[in-house]
């Protein structure tokens, strides 16, 4: 009745250390745009970064740690590219 799907997800522990994200909000983006390109994430919390998340529904305060499979980081650090916005960047007229 139910066909079991096999869905080419890896198993992976311990993976490698690609950026930090400073809240919860930005995590959820990092986290989403990886997971569109088909590469798995984890998120690691800093000091009480996870308790301050479940208990106000959001992490504003401490730092959040984003890490992928050793295999994917090539891949992951080319969908995750930092570029200067507008305002930050020093525009001489």
């Not at 088909?38 to 305060?61: D, H, Q, T, Y």
């Amino acid at each position: 009745m139910f066909e079991k799907k096999e869905a080419e997800k890896k198993e992976w522990r311990d993976g490698v250390y690609l950026c930090t994200a400073t809240d919860s909000m930005e995590a959820d983006i990092l986290e989403s745009k990886l997971r569109g390109e088909g590469v798995p994430s984890e998120r690691r919390w800093k000091g009480a970064g996870n308790f301050l998340e479940i208990f106000m529904g959001a992490n504003s305060i401490c730092p959040i740690d984003i890490y992928v499979p050793a295999d994917s980081l090539a891949d992951a650090r080319n969908i995750v590219i930092p570029f200067p916005l507008a305002e930050d960047a020093d525009i001489e007229e």
